[in-house]
């Protein structure tokens, strides 16, 4: 388990091009495009080819990498990242695997321009430059990283660091209690496992099925910005496992109301009902009385007092031959309170 703050930049930027895709983050989306300059949002959308599909990957983030600053990231990218940086935009422009062969090819470069201007015409001159200057592209798009990083993520990275690290914690915990396949059963909704099978199989646009053989690792990579999807590397062993922090997948989920709750607003969910609580709450009724108030029968009146009374909405007395119901306004205060708080989440 590791993370990369500028491999979190490249899942950033995967958010700011795809918001319908990552719901939580629209508001995050909003606020950085109404703040980026002109120059870096068209800088952006140059480079938005690598933000489609499967996420490249410049860092390493495998168990036991160390975890280095954005700063010390982009430098050593700026060092050695050359050759897989040329590799990989070939690729993505191409929308398929190149080989280290092929990416010297004439008709190879031609079919990538191509295929790019039909795709995504706003990153040609990105490949173009990357054909005719590579070393200059290369540094381009560091100087990039570097601005995007300052504008978009340099202020919250403190909070997103501490919530990857408490999130491998949780994670290395529950691997030690469950077994490596456990720990795998609640990484996002569209992951699911087979546990006699050994596989992990990955819904999003299509499915990605991963058999896990005795010999294969798995490399889990907590993100900020996939909420809420899982996505996984699987061209072959250790594969890179990108799952969401454990605030998303909390946030994610549908809240579930109480009992109690949802059992008085059924009962007061009908305007049979509610006109017997508004009667009541002026002064205590009969069923005969609320009977000829309404116009139904005295049975259709007891039907409805005794979903009420079960909600604790309404209480009985008995007044010689006649039972009388009153309103609980204990229990319609604590209704009114408890809809509150279930909905602000404050208790």
């Known amino acids: 388990?590791?993370?990369?703050?500028?491999?979190?930049?490249?899942?950033?930027?995967?958010?700011?091009?795809?918001?319908?895709?990552?719901?939580?983050?629209?508001?995050?989306?909003?606020?950085?495009?109404?703040?980026?300059?002109?120059?870096?949002?068209?800088?952006?959308?140059?480079?938005?080819?690598?933000?489609?599909?499967?996420?490249?990957?410049?860092?390493?983030?495998?168990?036991?990498?160390?975890i280095r600053t954005f700063e010390e990231e982009v430098e050593r990218f700026r060092r050695t990242g050359l050759h897989e940086f040329r590799l990989t935009l070939l690729s993505f422009a191409l929308g398929r695997t190149c080989s280290p062969a092929e990416q010297e090819e004439p008709l190879l470069q031609l079919e990538a321009l191509r295929t790019l201007e039909g795709r995504s015409p706003e990153g040609v001159p990105v490949l173009a430059e990357l054909l005719t200057d590579p070393q200059r592209s290369h540094q381009r798009f560091a100087d990039f990283l570097q601005a995007y990083w300052d504008h978009a993520l340099a202020d919250a990275w403190p909070r997103i660091q501490e919530l990857f690290l408490q999130d491998i914690e949780h994670r290395a915990r529950s691997m030690v209690r469950r077994g490596a396949m456990g720990a795998l059963t609640d990484l996002a909704p569209n992951a699911r496992l087979d546990h006699t099978a050994r596989s992990l199989m990955i819904t999003s646009r299509s499915e990605v099925e991963v058999a896990l053989g005795p010999g294969d690792r798995l490399c889990l990579m907590p993100t900020y910005f996939s909420w809420p999807t899982l996505l996984?590397?699987?061209?072959?062993?250790?594969?890179?496992?990108?799952?969401?922090?454990?605030?998303?997948?909390?946030?994610?989920?549908?809240?579930?109301?109480?009992?109690?709750?949802?059992?008085?607003l059924r009962a007061a969910g009908d305007m049979t009902r509610v006109q017997i609580l508004q009667l009541i709450a002026q002064q205590p009724r009969s069923t005969t009385e609320l009977a000829k108030i309404i116009g139904i029968s005295e049975a259709a009146v007891n039907k409805h007092l005794k979903q009420?009374?079960?909600?604790?909405?309404?209480?009985?007395?008995?007044?010689?031959?006649?039972?009388?119901?009153?309103?609980?306004?204990?229990?319609?205060?604590?209704?009114?309170?408890?809809?509150?708080?279930t909905l602000t989440g404050e208790r």
């Open 1 to 66: 388990m590791g993370f990369s703050p500028a491999q979190e930049a490249l899942h950033s930027l995967h958010v700011l091009f795809a918001p319908k895709d990552h719901p939580l983050h629209i508001p995050w989306v909003i606020r950085i495009r109404e703040r980026m300059s002109p120059v870096l949002k068209g800088w952006a959308d140059s480079y938005r080819f690598l933000a489609q599909g499967k996420l490249p990957v410049f860092w390493d983030v495998r168990e036991g990498a160390e």
């Open 232 to 264: 996984i590397n699987a061209v072959s062993s250790p594969y890179l496992i990108t799952y969401p922090v454990f605030e998303h997948r909390k946030e994610g989920r549908p809240p579930v109301p109480p009992e109690q709750l949802l059992k008085m």
């Open 308 to 341: 009420l009374q079960e909600a604790g909405l309404v209480a009985a007395e008995r007044r010689s031959y006649y039972v009388f119901y009153h309103l609980v306004r204990q229990a319609l205060r604590e209704m009114a309170q408890n809809l509150e708080s």
